[in-house]
């Protein structure tokens, strides 16, 4: 089975900052990783696939990158609505996610 | 408008069943493969179950710890799909979102989930 480990657990941000998530998968996925946001009692919603694919309706301060093994998603201005809780996903092989990062207010 | 409408959650005995049932909307539910997810406080998001479209097969995949216990089937002409749970566990206990993707590729809709707790 692909493991997924993502860091940092919790992020402590303002609004403006830059910020910056990662993904480590224990073996090679090539660019099959997705990055999702969810917010408290709600859904997750997709924001990149294909490891820097942008989805339709996503705002462009959203940027994922890497291949093979690690991944980054960055968040290049961080506004009031983007304090919610951050999943990657492989599809590499089956699915896993991650364990998922919380970006709070500082 | 994509929409995904699961139903069936609720509490239940360990040893118990359940059928949980998402009602599609919005896409051509024959072309989709269909999921599972569920979603616990500790474990976190963990993938449950898959269907595929019967174009390629309309076979099913299960994550190892609901193998043998659970059950995903489609019925196309009612754009649903179910998710049978045999032999709950306690640690079943979980929001469920039914799911679907573009082939083995990512998520690209989520249900808005049917909380299934499973206790004494």
């Known amino acids: 089975d692909i493991q997924m480990t993502q860091s940092p657990s919790t992020l402590s941000a303002s609004v403006g900052d830059r910020v910056t998530i990662t993904c480590r998968a224990s073996q090679n996925i090539v660019s099959w990783l997705a990055w999702y946001q969810q917010k408290p009692g709600m859904a997750p919603e997709l924001l990149i696939y294909?490891?820097?694919s942008l989805e339709s309706g996503v705002p462009s301060r959203f940027s994922g990158s890497g291949s093979g093994t690690e991944f980054t998603l960055t968040i290049s201005s961080l506004q009031p609505a983007d304090f919610a809780t951050y999943y990657c996903l492989q599809y590499h092989t089956y699915w896993t996610f991650g364990q998922g990062t919380k970006v709070e207010i500082k | 408008e994509v929409q995904l409408v699961e139903s069936g959650g609720g509490l239940v005995k360990p040893g118990g069943s359940l059928r949980l049932s998402c009602v599609a909307s919005?896409?051509?539910?024959?072309?989709?493969?269909m999921s599972w997810v569920r979603q616990t406080p500790g474990k976190g998001l963990e993938w449950v179950g898959r269907i595929k479209r019967k174009g390629d097969g309309g076979k099913t995949e299960y994550a190892a710890p609901v193998k043998g216990r659970f059950t995903i089937s489609r019925d196309d002409s009612k754009n649903t799909v179910y998710l049978h749970m045999n032999s709950l566990k306690i640690e079943d206990t979980a929001m469920f979102y039914c799911?679907?993707?573009?082939?083995?590729?990512?998520?690209?809709?989520w249900g808005q989930g049917t909380l299934v707790t499973v206790s004494s």
């Open positions: 919005g896409f051509t539910f024959s072309d989709a493969w």
């Open positions: 799911t679907r993707s573009k082939g083995s590729y990512e998520i690209d809709y």
């Open positions: 294909k490891a820097s």
